[in-house]
Protein backbone atom coordinates (compact mmCIF):
# COMPACT_ATOMS: atom_id res chain seq x y z
CA UNK A 1 0.00 0.00 0.00
CA UNK A 2 1.40 3.64 -1.23
CA UNK A 3 1.79 5.84 2.00
CA UNK A 4 0.08 9.09 1.00
CA UNK A 5 2.73 11.88 2.44
CA UNK A 6 1.10 14.98 1.06
CA UNK A 7 0.10 17.17 4.19
CA UNK A 8 -2.80 19.59 4.48
CA UNK A 9 -3.69 22.71 3.38
CA UNK A 10 -3.40 23.87 7.12
CA UNK A 11 -0.76 21.94 8.58
CA UNK A 12 1.67 25.14 9.03
CA UNK A 13 -1.26 26.45 11.33
CA UNK A 14 -1.50 23.73 13.41
CA UNK A 15 2.19 22.63 13.71
CA UNK A 16 3.82 25.66 14.29
CA UNK A 17 3.94 26.91 18.11
CA UNK A 18 1.58 29.52 19.22
CA UNK A 19 4.80 31.63 20.72
CA UNK A 20 6.48 31.63 17.18
CA UNK A 21 2.57 33.17 15.10
CA UNK A 22 2.65 35.16 18.18
CA UNK A 23 6.39 36.75 17.29
CA UNK A 24 5.28 36.80 14.01
CA UNK A 25 2.05 38.80 14.60
CA UNK A 26 3.83 41.32 16.65
CA UNK A 27 6.62 41.64 13.68
CA UNK A 28 3.60 42.30 11.26
CA UNK A 29 2.01 44.61 12.76
CA UNK A 30 4.30 47.00 14.13
CA UNK A 31 6.59 46.51 10.85
CA UNK A 32 2.55 48.00 9.38
CA UNK A 33 2.80 50.77 11.70
CA UNK A 34 5.07 53.81 10.78
CA UNK A 35 5.07 56.27 12.59
CA UNK A 36 4.00 58.35 9.96
CA UNK A 37 0.84 56.60 9.67
CA UNK A 38 -2.12 55.41 11.53
CA UNK A 39 -2.48 51.84 12.60
CA UNK A 40 -4.84 49.13 10.89
CA UNK A 41 -6.24 47.54 13.21
CA UNK A 42 -8.32 45.79 10.98
CA UNK A 43 -5.46 43.69 9.84
CA UNK A 44 -5.12 42.71 13.55
CA UNK A 45 -9.16 41.52 13.24
CA UNK A 46 -8.90 39.94 10.41
CA UNK A 47 -5.81 37.72 12.00
CA UNK A 48 -8.49 36.33 14.51
CA UNK A 49 -10.60 35.28 11.72
CA UNK A 50 -8.32 32.60 10.44
CA UNK A 51 -9.16 29.90 12.96
CA UNK A 52 -10.34 29.52 16.28
CA UNK A 53 -6.29 28.79 18.06
CA UNK A 54 -5.35 32.64 15.68
CA UNK A 55 -8.36 33.71 17.33
CA UNK A 56 -7.71 32.80 21.01
CA UNK A 57 -4.04 33.98 20.74
CA UNK A 58 -4.65 37.35 19.42
CA UNK A 59 -7.34 38.15 21.94
CA UNK A 60 -5.01 37.12 24.62
CA UNK A 61 -1.93 39.00 23.08
CA UNK A 62 -2.60 42.54 24.45
CA UNK A 63 0.79 43.82 23.10
CA UNK A 64 -1.11 43.59 19.56
CA UNK A 65 -3.73 45.87 20.89
CA UNK A 66 -1.44 48.48 22.04
CA UNK A 67 -2.12 51.53 19.62
CA UNK A 68 -5.43 53.19 20.76
CA UNK A 69 -5.68 55.89 17.11
CA UNK A 70 -8.89 57.56 17.27
CA UNK A 71 -9.55 60.13 13.85
CA UNK A 72 -12.64 62.34 14.13
CA UNK A 73 -13.93 64.77 10.88
CA UNK A 74 -16.77 66.45 12.81
CA UNK A 75 -18.06 68.40 10.01
CA UNK A 76 -18.56 64.80 8.29
CA UNK A 77 -19.52 63.06 11.40
CA UNK A 78 -17.19 60.32 10.78
CA UNK A 79 -15.34 58.23 13.65
CA UNK A 80 -12.45 55.90 12.98
CA UNK A 81 -12.77 53.25 14.64
CA UNK A 82 -16.33 52.93 15.79
CA UNK A 83 -16.88 52.13 19.44
CA UNK A 84 -17.38 48.93 19.65
CA UNK A 85 -14.55 48.13 17.85
CA UNK A 86 -12.48 50.86 20.44
CA UNK A 87 -14.21 48.91 23.32
CA UNK A 88 -12.32 45.42 21.69
CA UNK A 89 -8.97 47.52 21.43
CA UNK A 90 -9.53 48.82 25.06
CA UNK A 91 -10.41 45.53 26.43
CA UNK A 92 -7.96 43.14 24.49
CA UNK A 93 -5.33 45.81 25.42
CA UNK A 94 -5.73 45.03 29.69
CA UNK A 95 -3.39 46.81 31.57
CA UNK A 96 -0.55 47.28 28.72
CA UNK A 97 1.05 50.80 28.30
CA UNK A 98 -0.77 52.64 25.13
CA UNK A 99 0.34 54.65 22.37
CA UNK A 100 -2.89 56.85 22.15
CA UNK A 101 -4.14 59.52 19.83
CA UNK A 102 -7.22 61.84 19.48
CA UNK A 103 -7.77 64.05 16.78
CA UNK A 104 -10.61 65.54 16.17
CA UNK A 105 -11.18 68.27 13.22
CA UNK A 106 -14.08 70.37 11.60
CA UNK A 107 -16.58 72.62 13.40
CA UNK A 108 -18.56 71.27 16.55
CA UNK A 109 -21.93 72.64 15.18
CA UNK A 110 -24.82 70.39 16.50
CA UNK A 111 -24.68 67.68 19.38
CA UNK A 112 -23.35 64.36 18.91
CA UNK A 113 -23.31 61.65 21.37
CA UNK A 114 -22.20 59.20 19.88
CA UNK A 115 -18.72 61.10 19.52
CA UNK A 116 -19.01 62.37 23.47
CA UNK A 117 -19.11 58.44 23.77
CA UNK A 118 -16.17 57.55 22.42
CA UNK A 119 -14.06 60.22 23.59
CA UNK A 120 -15.49 59.44 27.17
CA UNK A 121 -14.17 56.19 27.07
CA UNK A 122 -10.83 57.44 24.93
CA UNK A 123 -9.72 59.19 27.58
CA UNK A 124 -11.25 57.24 30.22
CA UNK A 125 -8.42 55.13 29.17
CA UNK A 126 -5.25 57.44 29.11
CA UNK A 127 -4.41 56.31 32.16
CA UNK A 128 -2.44 53.89 30.76
CA UNK A 129 -0.71 55.67 27.65
CA UNK A 130 2.93 56.26 27.73
CA UNK A 131 2.29 58.20 24.81
CA UNK A 132 -0.60 60.89 24.50
CA UNK A 133 -1.21 63.28 20.96
CA UNK A 134 -4.40 65.26 21.43
CA UNK A 135 -5.65 67.83 18.92
CA UNK A 136 -9.36 69.10 19.18
CA UNK A 137 -10.67 72.05 17.64
CA UNK A 138 -11.94 74.87 19.41
CA UNK A 139 -15.02 74.42 20.14
CA UNK A 140 -14.76 70.92 20.91
CA UNK A 141 -16.75 70.17 24.09
CA UNK A 142 -14.05 68.96 26.89
CA UNK A 143 -15.96 69.88 29.82
CA UNK A 144 -17.62 66.86 28.79
CA UNK A 145 -14.44 64.91 29.15
CA UNK A 146 -13.19 66.87 32.44
CA UNK A 147 -14.61 63.73 34.92
CA UNK A 148 -12.83 61.39 32.54
CA UNK A 149 -9.56 62.12 32.52
CA UNK A 150 -7.52 60.95 35.48
CA UNK A 151 -4.04 61.42 36.61
CA UNK A 152 -1.59 59.14 33.87
CA UNK A 153 1.36 57.48 36.27
CA UNK A 154 2.83 55.42 33.15
CA UNK A 155 2.98 58.40 31.14
CA UNK A 156 6.56 59.55 29.39
CA UNK A 157 5.66 61.44 26.05
CA UNK A 158 2.99 63.93 25.47
CA UNK A 159 2.14 66.00 22.54
CA UNK A 160 -1.11 69.06 22.39
CA UNK A 161 -1.90 71.21 19.20
CA UNK A 162 -2.81 73.97 21.21
CA UNK A 163 -6.36 75.55 19.37
CA UNK A 164 -6.48 79.05 19.27
CA UNK A 165 -8.38 79.95 23.07
CA UNK A 166 -6.11 77.30 25.12
CA UNK A 167 -6.63 77.91 28.56
CA UNK A 168 -9.38 75.27 28.67
CA UNK A 169 -7.35 72.37 27.12
CA UNK A 170 -4.43 73.23 29.23
CA UNK A 171 -6.53 73.17 32.54
CA UNK A 172 -8.02 69.73 31.35
CA UNK A 173 -4.89 68.17 29.84
CA UNK A 174 -3.45 68.78 33.55
CA UNK A 175 -5.14 66.58 35.00
CA UNK A 176 -2.96 63.99 33.42
CA UNK A 177 0.44 65.27 34.91
CA UNK A 178 -1.01 66.83 38.69
CA UNK A 179 0.50 64.97 40.43
CA UNK A 180 3.43 64.86 37.82
CA UNK A 181 4.40 61.28 37.05
CA UNK A 182 8.21 60.85 37.18
CA UNK A 183 7.86 59.35 33.81
CA UNK A 184 6.98 62.44 31.71
CA UNK A 185 9.86 63.12 29.59
CA UNK A 186 9.03 64.28 26.61
CA UNK A 187 6.64 67.08 25.74
CA UNK A 188 5.40 68.53 22.26
CA UNK A 189 3.51 71.67 21.80
CA UNK A 190 1.92 72.73 18.18
CA UNK A 191 -0.96 74.57 16.81
CA UNK A 192 -1.48 78.37 17.67
CA UNK A 193 1.96 80.40 18.41
CA UNK A 194 3.16 79.98 21.71
CA UNK A 195 3.38 83.28 23.75
CA UNK A 196 4.83 83.91 27.29
CA UNK A 197 1.01 83.87 28.60
CA UNK A 198 0.76 80.15 27.33
CA UNK A 199 3.87 78.87 29.11
CA UNK A 200 2.80 80.57 32.25
CA UNK A 201 -0.72 78.86 32.29
CA UNK A 202 1.46 75.17 31.62
CA UNK A 203 3.94 76.16 34.98
CA UNK A 204 0.71 77.42 37.00
CA UNK A 205 -0.90 73.66 36.63
CA UNK A 206 2.65 72.52 37.81
CA UNK A 207 3.77 70.95 34.11
CA UNK A 208 6.87 69.41 34.98
CA UNK A 209 9.17 71.49 32.93
CA UNK A 210 12.13 70.72 35.24
CA UNK A 211 12.70 66.80 34.15
CA UNK A 212 12.13 66.88 30.23
CA UNK A 213 14.64 65.79 28.49
CA UNK A 214 12.91 66.25 24.80
CA UNK A 215 11.42 68.81 23.82
CA UNK A 216 9.33 69.77 20.41
CA UNK A 217 8.04 73.40 19.86
CA UNK A 218 5.92 73.34 16.59
CA UNK A 219 4.71 76.91 16.53
CA UNK A 220 5.89 80.03 15.93
CA UNK A 221 7.13 81.27 19.23
CA UNK A 222 9.43 84.59 20.13
CA UNK A 223 12.82 85.33 21.93
CA UNK A 224 11.36 85.66 25.05
CA UNK A 225 9.25 83.12 25.40
CA UNK A 226 12.20 80.73 24.13
CA UNK A 227 14.10 82.21 26.83
CA UNK A 228 11.10 81.62 29.55
CA UNK A 229 11.19 77.81 28.12
CA UNK A 230 14.97 76.97 27.93
CA UNK A 231 15.48 78.44 32.05
CA UNK A 232 12.31 76.40 32.97
CA UNK A 233 13.98 72.76 30.74
CA UNK A 234 17.62 72.64 32.22
CA UNK A 235 17.54 68.32 31.48
CA UNK A 236 16.47 68.82 27.90
CA UNK A 237 18.91 66.38 26.10
CA UNK A 238 16.53 66.76 22.74
CA UNK A 239 15.14 70.01 21.21
CA UNK A 240 13.30 70.74 18.16
CA UNK A 241 12.43 74.27 17.90
CA UNK A 242 10.73 76.95 15.34
CA UNK A 243 12.23 80.20 13.61
CA UNK A 244 12.01 82.96 15.63
CA UNK A 245 9.14 85.87 15.31
CA UNK A 246 10.77 89.27 16.04
CA UNK A 247 13.52 91.38 14.62
CA UNK A 248 17.13 92.11 16.26
CA UNK A 249 15.60 95.40 18.08
CA UNK A 250 13.96 92.44 20.25
CA UNK A 251 17.05 90.46 20.99
CA UNK A 252 19.54 93.10 21.35
CA UNK A 253 19.80 92.75 25.23
CA UNK A 254 19.40 88.67 25.35
CA UNK A 255 21.84 87.03 26.73
CA UNK A 256 22.72 83.00 25.67
CA UNK A 257 20.90 80.39 27.59
CA UNK A 258 22.48 77.17 28.71
CA UNK A 259 21.02 73.69 27.70
CA UNK A 260 24.22 72.21 29.29
CA UNK A 261 22.84 68.75 28.29
CA UNK A 262 21.39 69.07 24.95
CA UNK A 263 22.89 66.63 22.52
CA UNK A 264 20.13 66.99 19.53
CA UNK A 265 19.29 70.53 18.13
CA UNK A 266 16.58 70.83 15.01
CA UNK A 267 16.10 74.14 14.01
CA UNK A 268 13.09 74.43 11.57
CA UNK A 269 12.81 77.78 9.18
CA UNK A 270 9.60 78.59 7.24
CA UNK A 271 10.66 79.01 3.42
CA UNK A 272 7.10 80.57 2.52
CA UNK A 273 6.46 82.84 -0.53
CA UNK A 274 5.00 85.55 1.89
CA UNK A 275 7.47 85.08 4.81
CA UNK A 276 10.64 83.41 4.80
CA UNK A 277 12.40 82.63 7.93
CA UNK A 278 16.22 80.74 8.61
CA UNK A 279 16.80 78.52 10.39
CA UNK A 280 20.07 80.02 12.19
CA UNK A 281 18.38 83.34 13.81
CA UNK A 282 18.21 81.42 17.49
CA UNK A 283 21.97 80.04 17.52
CA UNK A 284 23.36 83.12 19.19
CA UNK A 285 20.91 82.69 22.35
CA UNK A 286 21.71 78.78 22.78
CA UNK A 287 25.11 77.60 24.41
CA UNK A 288 25.32 73.47 24.27
CA UNK A 289 29.37 72.32 24.96
CA UNK A 290 27.69 68.65 24.75
CA UNK A 291 25.85 68.97 21.62
CA UNK A 292 26.55 66.21 19.01
CA UNK A 293 23.64 66.45 16.50
CA UNK A 294 22.40 69.78 14.34
CA UNK A 295 20.05 69.71 12.00
CA UNK A 296 18.97 72.92 10.19
CA UNK A 297 15.76 72.34 8.28
CA UNK A 298 13.67 74.17 5.65
CA UNK A 299 16.07 77.73 5.74
CA UNK A 300 15.49 80.44 3.94
CA UNK A 301 19.27 81.56 3.76
CA UNK A 302 22.43 80.97 5.44
CA UNK A 303 23.81 83.06 8.83
CA UNK A 304 27.17 82.68 8.95
CA UNK A 305 27.39 84.97 11.96
CA UNK A 306 24.54 83.26 13.73
CA UNK A 307 26.75 79.73 13.21
CA UNK A 308 30.20 81.13 13.74
CA UNK A 309 28.73 82.79 17.21
CA UNK A 310 26.85 79.32 18.35
CA UNK A 311 30.38 77.43 17.13
CA UNK A 312 32.09 80.51 19.55
CA UNK A 313 30.01 80.48 22.87
CA UNK A 314 29.52 76.45 22.72
CA UNK A 315 32.55 74.91 21.26
CA UNK A 316 30.49 71.47 20.94
CA UNK A 317 31.90 68.35 18.80
CA UNK A 318 29.54 68.33 16.04
CA UNK A 319 29.23 64.91 14.62
CA UNK A 320 26.21 64.78 12.22
CA UNK A 321 25.11 67.82 10.89
CA UNK A 322 21.70 68.87 8.03
CA UNK A 323 21.76 71.23 6.51
CA UNK A 324 18.51 72.29 4.67
CA UNK A 325 18.86 76.05 3.65
CA UNK A 326 18.08 77.10 0.52
CA UNK A 327 20.46 79.99 -0.07
CA UNK A 328 23.46 78.34 1.23
CA UNK A 329 26.21 78.53 -1.96
CA UNK A 330 29.39 76.82 -2.69
CA UNK A 331 31.06 79.27 -0.73
CA UNK A 332 29.18 78.82 2.14
CA UNK A 333 28.65 75.51 2.15
CA UNK A 334 32.72 75.18 2.26
CA UNK A 335 33.60 77.95 4.68
CA UNK A 336 30.54 76.05 7.26
CA UNK A 337 32.50 72.64 7.00
CA UNK A 338 35.86 74.06 7.71
CA UNK A 339 34.39 74.75 11.03
CA UNK A 340 33.50 70.74 11.92
CA UNK A 341 36.92 68.97 11.83
CA UNK A 342 34.82 66.16 14.29
CA UNK A 343 31.71 65.59 11.09
CA UNK A 344 30.93 61.66 10.60
CA UNK A 345 27.70 62.33 8.67
CA UNK A 346 26.95 65.03 6.54
CA UNK A 347 23.54 65.50 4.78
CA UNK A 348 22.16 68.26 2.17
CA UNK A 349 19.11 66.74 1.39
CA UNK A 350 15.08 68.15 2.46
CA UNK A 351 12.91 70.81 0.79
CA UNK A 352 14.37 73.89 1.14
CA UNK A 353 17.91 72.32 -0.87
CA UNK A 354 15.29 72.17 -4.11
CA UNK A 355 13.06 75.31 -3.78
CA UNK A 356 16.10 77.42 -4.46
CA UNK A 357 19.34 77.24 -6.63
CA UNK A 358 21.43 75.44 -4.22
CA UNK A 359 24.11 73.31 -6.40
CA UNK A 360 27.01 71.54 -5.73
CA UNK A 361 29.79 71.69 -8.17
CA UNK A 362 33.18 71.36 -9.17
CA UNK A 363 34.47 74.04 -6.92
CA UNK A 364 33.03 71.95 -3.47
CA UNK A 365 34.17 68.88 -4.66
CA UNK A 366 37.59 70.24 -5.08
CA UNK A 367 37.66 71.36 -1.69
CA UNK A 368 36.79 68.36 -0.30
CA UNK A 369 39.35 66.60 -1.75
CA UNK A 370 41.70 69.47 -0.75
CA UNK A 371 44.91 67.39 1.25
CA UNK A 372 47.08 68.42 4.63
CA UNK A 373 50.29 68.65 3.16
CA UNK A 374 51.81 67.70 6.68
CA UNK A 375 49.56 64.90 6.99
CA UNK A 376 47.90 63.92 4.12
CA UNK A 377 44.56 64.05 5.87
CA UNK A 378 41.38 65.66 4.43
CA UNK A 379 41.29 68.93 5.06
CA UNK A 380 37.35 69.27 5.13
CA UNK A 381 35.81 66.64 7.32
CA UNK A 382 38.06 64.35 8.09
CA UNK A 383 36.40 61.90 9.86
CA UNK A 384 33.54 61.97 7.62
CA UNK A 385 31.49 58.55 6.83
CA UNK A 386 28.25 59.48 5.27
CA UNK A 387 27.37 62.33 2.50
CA UNK A 388 23.93 62.74 1.39
CA UNK A 389 22.65 65.04 -1.04
CA UNK A 390 19.85 64.77 -3.55
CA UNK A 391 20.46 64.20 -7.19
CA UNK A 392 19.05 67.30 -8.24
CA UNK A 393 21.68 69.26 -6.62
CA UNK A 394 24.62 68.03 -8.87
CA UNK A 395 25.25 71.32 -10.71
CA UNK A 396 26.35 68.99 -13.88
CA UNK A 397 24.66 65.96 -13.30
CA UNK A 398 26.36 64.99 -16.44
CA UNK A 399 30.30 65.22 -14.91
CA UNK A 400 32.00 63.61 -12.80
CA UNK A 401 33.40 65.44 -10.18
CA UNK A 402 31.13 64.27 -7.16
CA UNK A 403 31.86 60.91 -8.47
CA UNK A 404 35.56 61.22 -8.67
CA UNK A 405 35.85 62.75 -5.37
CA UNK A 406 33.42 60.42 -3.64
CA UNK A 407 36.04 57.67 -5.08
CA UNK A 408 39.24 59.77 -3.88
CA UNK A 409 37.58 59.69 -0.31
CA UNK A 410 36.73 56.07 -0.16
CA UNK A 411 40.14 55.29 -1.51
CA UNK A 412 41.48 57.15 1.33
CA UNK A 413 39.50 55.87 4.20
CA UNK A 414 40.16 52.30 2.78
CA UNK A 415 43.84 53.10 2.92
CA UNK A 416 43.43 54.30 6.50
Known sequence: ???????????????????????MFNQVVHQELPSSTLPDINSIVRLSHVCSSWRDLVTNAPELWTRVY?????????????????????????????IMSFNAHGFWHVELDLILEIAKLFFRAAKHAK???????????????VAEIQEGPLLQSLSINLPYRVD?????????????????????????????????KFETLHLPFQQLTALDIGSELDIETFCR?????PSLATAALPAMIGGPSKTRHVKAMELLRLEELTLRGDKEEYRSYSTTP????????????????????????????????SSPRIEHIVLDVARFNEDQKIDCLRLLPFLRTLDFRGKASNTWINTIGSEFCAAMQERDESTGAFVL??????????HDSLYDPISTDFADMLEDRWRQSRAV
Open 70 to 98: ITIDLHKRLVKPRIELLSLILRNARDMPL
Open 282 to 313: LLPYIVSPSLTSLRLVDGYSWSPGSFNSFLEN
Open 381 to 390: CPKLEKLCID
Open 168 to 200: HIITVASKLWDPAPYSLKSLTLCGTRLNLQIVD
Open 131 to 145: HLAWAVPDDFPLHEL
Open 229 to 233: LISLT
Open 1 to 23: MVENLSLSADWVIHRVPLDVWRH
